[in-house]
């Protein structure tokens, strides 16, 4: 999620902050970083992340292999759902990034990770921004869900509580579960782009993972320096769609400042527990910290 780091567009970007992908400025080795990526994680999700994700992927496989041409992406991803790429020098604003998702445009950086940081990078890249959201983009439920999160972030600016609503995405958009069949699938970005949490999300005993309430997910602070200690669990896009759009967020907002956050690995009373985690891999890298 966005965050504010500048006052104004640093030079050579656009009002928007938007910035030219410059595509021909990859090296062999960037392209070469993302395929390696790109094959893992495609053939590790079959079984594992949602249908709706799945799909998606068709949107990535372009006409050269490598990084993807925003130009050839958005091409596609524009007929399928009305959402484009636009590249951007970092991170953005909250009030950028917010009128970007409710105008159907996700910032994306155009900088890839080094070979040394397959596995993990604090700073997300353009593996992590595309491969991970894009084919998400290309849902139309899904589609809807990002641009009315956007609206509400707008509107969110006004009422002081942009960390409750940063919480949202960062459960749903970044690390989200969703029933499907008779299990539980990946769509969360900061997970189908990780070789190693896309194992843990699903198959590691420790973390919690809770049916999503939207009060609850808004009062659960999170972590950015490790895997997550809970998951919730949408019961369909559909559902989040309707609770995202159907809510009066203004009176929630309110209530939220009367209760207590909640920390990453804590249960509450109303909980919908799904898998009571051990919080075990948590324990484990607190003591050897």
């Known amino acids: ?16 902050w938007t910035i030219p992908q410059d595509w ?6 960037d392209h070469e970083t993302w395929n390696i990526l790109f094959a ?21 496989r372009l006409s050269k292999p ?16 009305g959402w484009q790429v ?37 700073e997300p890249d353009v593996f992590h921004d595309v491969f991970g ?18 609206q509400g972030g707008l509107r969110s600016l006004g009422f002081g509580s942009l960390d409750k609503l940063a919480r949202l995405y960062w459960y749903t958009v970044e690390f989200g579960l969703v029933r499907e069949g008779d299990g539980i699938k990946l769509f969360g970005s900061g997970i189908v782009s990780s070789h190693g949490e896309s194992l843990f999300a699903l198959d590691d005993p420790s973390p919690n993972r809770i049916r999503f309430d ?18 919730f669990v949408i019961d369909s896009f559909e559902d989040l769609l ?30 919908d527990l799904l898998t009571h985690g051990t919080q075990a891999y948590a324990t484990e890298r607190a003591g050897a910290a």
């Open 24 to 29: 021909a400025a990859y090296t062999p080795e």
């Open 86 to 122: 636009v590249a951007v020098p970092g991170l953005v604003p909250d009030e950028v990034f917010f009128d970007h998702l409710a105008n159907r445009r996700f910032v994306a950086g155009n900088f890839i990770r080094r070979r040394d940081q397959l596995d993990y990078l604090q």
């Open 66 to 81: 490598g990084i993807p041409n925003y130009d050839e992406l958005n091409e596609r991803l524009i007929r399928a759902t």
């Open 214 to 231: 939207l009060e609850r997910v808004m009062r659960t602070r999170y972590r950015i320096d490790d895997y997550q200690q809970v998951y």
């Open 242 to 271: 309707r609770q995202t759009i159907e809510t009066d967020f203004a009176p929630l907002y309110e209530k939220l400042t009367t209760l207590p956050d909640l920390g990453p690995a804590d249960l509450s009373p109303g909980d």
């Open 1 to 16: 999620m966005a965050e504010h780091v500048l006052e104004s567009p640093p030079e050579g970007a656009a009002a928007d």
């Open 40 to 60: 893992r994680q495609s053939k590790q999700l079959p079984g594992r992340a949602a249908e709706a994700f799945l799909r998606g992927l068709d949107v990535l």
């Open 133 to 150: 959201h894009v084919p998400m983009l290309a849902d139309p439920v899904f589609a809807d869900y990002m641009q009315a999160y956007g």
